[in-house]
């Protein structure tokens, strides 16, 4: 039996996608959390004054925006730079 996905997102999230850390850095987003929080850094560019964190790829960019957001850590969709 075949099943049909509504949206991409859903297919994603099906297929097990979960985006947690900056890989090129290998520091979980959990652990960015925290050092934000305890350093009041609540932008992109105060975090990477702190850590050495999203200076390869930087695909990891929108999604620790995202965690500087919302509180957010584990992420199950795609989140890109124009979102
Ligand atoms: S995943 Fe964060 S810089 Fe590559």
Redesign the pocket.
């Known amino acids: 039996m075949t099943k049909e996905y509504q949206s991409e997102q859903e297919l994603i999230f099906e297929m097990g996608l979960k985006i947690d850390?900056?890989?090129?850095?290998n520091i979980t987003f959990s652990e960015l959390r925290k050092i934000a929080i305890s350093n009041n850094a609540d932008d992109i560019n105060k975090l990477q004054e702190i850590v050495d964190?999203?200076?390869?790829?930087?695909?990891?960019?929108p999604y620790l925006k995202e965690m500087l957001k919302t509180g957010e850590t584990e992420f199950h969709k795609l989140i890109t730079e124009q979102e």
């Open positions: 850390k900056c890989i090129c850095s964190v999203a200076k390869n790829c930087r695909l990891c960019v």
